[in-house]
């Protein structure tokens, strides 16, 4: 599994300014991962944007850019990311201590409390080898059995 931070704003695949977007995606990776290994598919891939500021950004179009920017660094082409995530977290409205960060590199975590405290914007990128047990339905039942 691959995991970083990017102190920056998400754009869509329309936007302006794509070339400096996709080499602060790279340069926000090798930061992390300074000589990673080239994953072939099938890969999930996870893209959350962190905001301190009000924002209509759709959770819907923040990953495609992503990929597209790791495309021929971290794999080959971004069709080998076969199962996708993304979300959109206000931290104006709390609940940080809610999320599961287990699993999160360590030095990925520590750069994500720092931008949490410091940065409007930035996102968290997570990818690594699909696995067949991700594919789940009735999301919204927690494990002990409530429904939300």
Same mark, same amino acid.
């Given at each position: 599994?691959?995991?970083?931070?990017?102190?920056?704003?998400?754009?869509?695949?329309?936007?302006?300014?794509?070339?400096?977007?996709?080499?602060?995606?790279?340069?926000?990776?090798?930061?992390? +991962?300074? /000589?990673?290994?080239?994953?072939?598919?099938?890969?999930?891939? *996870?893209?959350?944007?962190?905001?301190? #500021?009000?924002? $209509?950004?759709?959770?819907?179009?923040?990953?495609?850019?992503?990929?597209?920017?790791?495309?021929?660094?971290?794999?080959?082409?971004?069709?080998?990311?076969?199962?996708?995530?993304?979300? +959109?977290? /206000?931290?104006?409205?709390?609940?940080?201590?809610?999320?599961? *960060?287990?699993?999160?590199?360590?030095? #990925?975590?520590? $750069?994500?409390?720092?931008?949490?405290?410091?940065?409007?914007?930035?996102?968290?990128?997570?990818?690594?080898?699909?696995?067949?047990?991700?594919?789940?339905?009735?999301?919204?039942?927690?494990?002990?059995?409530?429904?939300?």
């Amino acid at each position: 599994m691959y995991a970083f931070v990017a102190p920056t704003r998400p754009r869509s695949v329309q936007a302006k300014h794509t070339v400096r977007y996709k080499t602060a995606i790279r340069e926000a990776f090798l930061k992390y +991962v300074p /000589d990673p290994e080239r994953l072939s598919a099938p890969l999930y891939g *996870v893209v959350y944007y962190f905001h301190n #500021v009000k924002t $209509d950004t759709d959770a819907d179009n923040i990953s495609k850019p992503v990929w597209d920017s790791l495309e021929g660094t971290a794999f080959d082409d971004d069709r080998s990311i076969r199962w996708r995530v993304a979300g +959109v977290f /206000d931290l104006t409205s709390g609940g940080v201590e809610v999320l599961d *960060v287990t699993r999160v590199p360590e030095a #990925v975590l520590a $750069d994500l409390y720092e931008m949490i405290d410091t940065r409007d914007h930035f996102i968290y990128v997570e990818f690594g080898r699909l696995h067949t047990p991700m594919y789940r339905f009735g999301l919204e039942e927690h494990d002990d059995g409530d429904q939300h």
